[in-house]
């Protein structure tokens, strides 16, 4: 949604306190659209309730006004990839939505994202969800102090390409902290061993945005939304980690989204 400013911080014991806050309100946020992803609901009435959840938590939508993005969520549907506007088309049985969720609190950016199913979703489709997550995943165990970005990028590349998926290029995970993009950049592809050196302390927005088909991708004429070029589905799965000594630590999470999507179902 922008360029990165200013130089690689290496975050304090509070101000990974404060960005925690703000990543698990976005985990509650999340969850809050979580209950009402079902066929029929327009991504602007789940834009509403976002929008309304984080103010009455004392926040601010970290989206909203940001670059001159008008919503809370980026909400991109099928092959659209990220920074999906908020619309009144109905959600369609079998759809894929993306929410990309961002709030600022007392200073401090949280930033997560999740691909969520609307209904029954395709085989193909569900295997698309599932691998880009297990991506995250991966990556997430190379943020660890010593490493480098390109153990990041590598860990989702592999995993992503070994399935025959496409990793996009053009977007990038980032640093997260009194900015919502910082330094260093965090793509989903690379070389182990090259890039940046991790220092515990980092903390780092990993965001994997995979591809059913090929890799490119195509800006829509709203200035905003970014599609895949073969109109096939992306995914895209983000958590804020704080780089660690031994192992990452995850600020953000996906707990409160499955306890509401498992009552969704046994419902
Ligand atoms: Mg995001
Ligand atoms: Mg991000």
């Known amino acids: 949604m922008g360029m990165a400013r ?68 980026c909400t991109s549907v099928n092959h659209h990839v990220v920074h999906g506007i908020p619309n009144d ?67 989702v590349q592999e995993h992503a390409e070994a399935e025959g998926y496409g990793v996009v290029r053009e977007l990038v995970g980032h640093g997260v902290g009194s900015n919502l993009h910082e330094p260093p950049e965090v793509p989903n592809y690379g070389r182990p061993g090259n890039g940046v050196k991790l220092v515990a302390g980092m903390v780092l927005a990993i965001e994997p945005m995979i591809n059913l088909g090929r890799k490119e991708v195509v800006q829509e004429s709203d200035g905003w939304t970014i599609a895949t070029a073969d109109g096939l589905p992306s995914a895209h799965f983000e958590h804020d980690v704080v780089v660690r000594e031994g192992k990452a630590e995850v600020l953000s999470t996906f707990k409160w989204i499955e306890e509401a999507l498992g009552a969704v179902k046994l419902g």
């Open 89 to 155: 088309d109905p959600l369609q049985e079998g759809d894929i939505v993306s929410i990309d969720c961002g709030v600022l609190k007392e200073g401090y950016y949280g930033d997560s994202a999740y691909t969520f199913m609307v209904g029954e979703v395709k085989p193909e489709v569900r295997r698309l969800l599932k691998v880009t997550q297990e991506c995250l995943e991966d990556a997430i165990e190379e943020a660890v102090a010593g490493n480098r970005i390109g153990d990041i990028g590598w860990a």
């Open 6 to 73: 200013g130089r690689i911080q290496v975050r304090t014991e509070s101000e990974i306190e404060l960005l925690r806050t703000s990543s698990l309100l976005v985990g509650r946020t999340l969850a809050e659209v979580a209950k009402l992803i079902q066929p029929g609901v327009t991504t602007l009435e789940l834009d509403r309730v976002a929008e309304t959840f984080i103010r009455d938590h004392g926040a601010e939508p970290g989206f909203k006004g940001y670059n001159g993005f008008p919503a809370t969520l």
